[in-house]
């Protein structure tokens, strides 16, 4: 079969001939119709000092991905050959304290798909059963894809009573984007998010914010006057990875108001949090998605009306996975989706 394979240390992917993978007892083997390129697949593709600690190649990447159950371990139960499923990305031990509180993202012992063990950019993948999860028909297969980081938005932007609510966003990329339109649906007053790109912030006006303006404690301060606001946001949910942006939130936010944290800082940030005591702020870190109920509210909010449509700016086969990574390296694209049929 086909997969992209990071094959040695280093910069570039390959796409070769590999063995398709074994179905153990506990497993599915899924045929993978469409996948979607995560910003980590980027840092694999550079081989940038987080990959080069993290990966040891050969390794499959790819952990966006939708398909059909062609097999299931005889321990499966809950799914079965023919089902379309999406794969929860973190394998996690089942036994830390976390798991066994049926808190698997928190999980201390994560194991990544397509990072530690061989991921979805190919032609089959084989995964633990218990991290499927079964698509509903209504829910198109490119949109399916995606659904791994619409989980990462709904799980920030749901950790927060919402309803009526002030809400920031910093960061107009495909997550930030989505979670304009999870706060516009689930009920937010004022949805203002920020970004340096005005095609990314055109991108998630479509989407649903009120105003989307350049990042900076002025544009903010202008844009809370133009919508009536006298006091700060209410919610605040980090989607850069950018120190200024932390900066903006602190400066902005209202007192008592709550901020998640779901950025990666390349570097670590250099912030006063002095602010954030004074203003007695609650402040939570967000990693991937709560297992399963994340899923669950995603999907059970497309089914009710969310459009996260927009966010897919190109569709590309599998054999172009080189002009999908250098459109996202360019800042040209939001969400790509690849059909590795093709
Ligand atoms: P992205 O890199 O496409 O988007 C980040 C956006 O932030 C870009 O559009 C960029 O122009 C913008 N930006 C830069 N400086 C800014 C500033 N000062 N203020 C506001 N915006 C600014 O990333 P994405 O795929 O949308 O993911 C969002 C973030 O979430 C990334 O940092 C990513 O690494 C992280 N992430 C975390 C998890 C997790 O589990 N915690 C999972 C997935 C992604
Ligand atoms: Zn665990």
Known sequence: MRA???????????????ARPTCGAKDVLVEVTHAAVCGTDLHI?????????????????????????????????????GDRVVGEGHIVCETCRNCRAGDGHLCRNTVGIGIHRDG?????????ATNAYKVPDSVPDEIAAILDPLGNAVHTALSFDLIGEDVLITGAGPIGQMAAAICRHAGAR???????????????????????????EEGLRDAMSTLGMVEGFDVALEMSGQQAAL????????????????GLFADPPRVDLTEAIFKGLTIKGIYGREMFDT??????????GLDIGAVVSHRLALSEFADAFDLLERG???????????
């Open 120 to 128: 979805g950019f190919a032609d089959f993948i084989a995964f633990p």
């Open 295 to 304: 899923w669950y509210k995603a999907t059970a909010m497309l089914e009710s």
């Open 45 to 81: 593709n550079r081989w940038d000092d987080w990959a080069a600690s993290t990966l040891h190649p050969p390794v499959t990447i790819g952990h966006e991905f939708v398909g059909v159950v062609v097999e299931a371990g005889d321990q499966v139960l809950h799914v079965a050959v």
């Open 190 to 216: 004022h949805v203002v998010i920020t970004d340096p790109s005005p095609a990314r912030l055109a991108t998630a006006t479509r989407m649903g914010a009120d105003l989307a303006v350049s990042p900076g």
């Open 4 to 18: 992209l394979v990071k094959t040695a240390p280093g910069p570039g992917l390959e796409l070769i001939e590999v």
């Open 332 to 342: 040209d694209a939001s969400k790509i989706v690849l059909d590795v049929r093709i």
């Open 247 to 262: 900066a903006d939130i602190v400066a902005t936010i209202n007192h008592g108001g709550h901020v998640g944290l779901l």
